[in-house]
C-alpha cells in the first residue's frame, strides 16, 4: 500500500513553508553537527584499532562487535600506459574492464525530442523516479 500525500490547500501552503522551511534549517544543521561527530569518532576509533590495509578486523570490546575496515582504490590516469604495459600478456590477467551503462542523458534526449524511438527503447528501460531534493538558500 502506498501513501498519496495531497498538496495542502494553495492558500494554506505559504504558511505551511514558513514554519517547515526553519524547521529543515535546524534539521539540517544537526545532520551536520552529527555527521561531524560521528567522522571524528571514527578516526578516534581507527587510531586505537587500526583498520588493515585491505580487508576487516573484527574485534569485541564493552559487549560490542567493532569491525573496522580498509579499502585500497586502483586508478589509472592514462588507460592507454595502462594497455600498453598489459598488452602481451594473455587477456585474463589484464586489470581493465568496460563497462557499458546505460545513458541517461539520452534516454532524456529521446524521451523529450524522438518520441518514436523513444517507444522502442522504452520497451526494454525501466523509468524510476529517483529521490527528490530539497535545497534551502538564505
Known sequence: MSAVLK???????????????PMFIEAKRAEDAAKKARVEIEE?????APAREEGSVTLETGGYKLTT??????????????????????????PIKTVHAIDETGCKFLRANRPELWAQVA???????????????L
Request: charged share 25%.
Open 7 to 21: 498538496p495542502e490547500a494553495p492558500h494554506a501552503l505559504p504558511n505551511a513553508l514558513e514554519q517547515l522551511v
Open 44 to 48: 578516534r576509533i581507527l587510531a586505537v
Open 69 to 94: 575496515t580498509g579499502k585500497l582504490s586502483y586508478k589509472a590516469d592514462d588507460l592507454d600506459a595502462l594497455r600498453e604495459v598489459c598488452r602481451t600478456w594473455d587477456a585474463n590477467l589484464v
Open 123 to 137: 520497451r526494454v528501460v525501466t523509468v524510476t523516479p529517483a529521490k527528490s531534493s530539497v535545497k534551502v538558500g
